[in-house]
């Protein structure tokens, strides 16, 4: 995958999320464009022996982007794959909500 392909599926998902504010949402537990949970950069931080400081790092664009490289490259170059990943972790990507987080997702890329 090309990391402009890359940069089109971060934007796409920043849109579905709809928080250009960096701000809390889901009462506390997501935070920045790509609403991330203390618990995915957890994950991240123990999996790949990074530092990412939430919620600080999860505000910035170019910080989460790379927490969402990470945290989905267990989808390959599948772009659907990492979407679903992404909403619903490696357990829960074959979930109904999760093909239709990636419908969302998909549409601003068509």
Known sequence: MTSTMMAMLIYAVSLVEGNPSGGYVDNGHSVGPLCITKACMDDVNRIHKTA?????????????????????QTGGEDLGERVRIWNKGKRGMSKKSAWRYQRKVMNYLH
């Open 52 to 72: 990412f400081r939430w919620p600080q790092d999860a505000r910035s664009y170019e910080k989460a982007s790379q927490v969402f490289i990470l945290y989905t």
